[in-house]
């Protein structure tokens, strides 16, 4: 049973470009939350997501969007990057109406931007 | 004012030490507390959960007082496998999780 694969590994963009990041949810669970990890900090909340829709929303610039898929996958979308934007972006899967223990995160995709 | 103070050490302690990590929270209407070990470049795990009385498992006891807004961590006869950056989690109602800063542990043989 795979668990939170996430797409692509590494990125290097440049300012002013625009971004597309995937997630894959562990077999079975139905929601997944995004989370930026600058270096040096913890992981702060970007959104999440279920049944195709934004639940809840961190604090968070409109520069950053999603999308869920019906098989519950999930894309974060970056617009006009900024250097500050350079971090490892995790995806979280879980279970809507579980327990929050019960989340799994992906290994991530590490963002550099020039 | 963050929602999760943590003390980002570095701590370095010898193999076989007690080393112990505090966390504290604003906001006293968060649900539910752990304490995440992430290993360098990779993605947070959880370690264990954390109750107002108290949980062990193993060489690691966590504890939580919501009057002070407050969780421990505690590793007993530390390993060097222990080094690790330990983060400390709460959630609100919506299972939203608010990260610390996370606390760098090194533990030197």
């Given at each position: ?15 002013g470009?625009?971004?597309?990041l ?7 669970h139905?929601t ?5 990890q ?7 909340f970007?959104f ?18 999603g999308?869920?898929f019906p098989?519950?996958s ?9 250097l ?13 109406g ?13 963002l550099?931007v020039? | 004012?963050k929602e ?8 370095n302690v010898?193999e ?15 649900q539910s ?17 954390v109750?107002?009385s ?11 007082n ?5 969780i ?12 690790a950056?330990?983060?400390?989690v709460?959630?609100n109602?919506?299972?939203?999780f ?12």
């Amino acid at each position: 049973d795979a668990g939170v694969t996430q797409s692509p590994t590494h990125l290097i963009k440049t300012r002013g470009q625009q971004v597309t990041l995937r997630c894959s949810p562990k077999s079975g669970h139905d929601t997944v939350s995004w989370y930026q990890q600058a270096l040096g900090q913890g992981p702060q909340f970007i959104f999440q997501y279920y049944e195709e829709e934004e639940r809840q929303r961190g604090n968070f610039p409109d520069r950053f969007s999603g999308h869920q898929f019906p098989n519950y996958s999930s894309e974060l979308n970056v617009n006009a990057l900024l250097l500050g934007d350079s971090a490892l972006y995790l995806c979280a899967s879980g279970l809507a109406g579980a327990p929050p223990d019960t989340q799994y995160f992906g290994p991530g995709t590490r963002l550099t931007v020039l | 004012r963050k929602e999760v103070e943590q003390d980002p050490g570095p701590f370095n302690v010898p193999e076989g030490a007690t080393v112990a990590f505090n966390c504290t929270y604003s906001n006293s209407a968060s649900q539910s507390f752990f304490w995440y070990r992430q290993d360098c470049r990779k993605e947070p795990k959880l370690l264990m959960s954390v109750y107002s009385s108290g949980n062990e498992d193993g060489r690691f006891t966590a504890q939580l007082n919501r009057a002070s807004q407050y969780i421990s961590l505690l590793i007993r006869d530390s390993k060097l496998s222990d080094s690790a950056t330990y983060l400390c989690v709460v959630t609100n109602t919506g299972n939203q999780f608010y990260f610390g800063t996370g606390t760098s542990l090194t533990v030197i043989p």
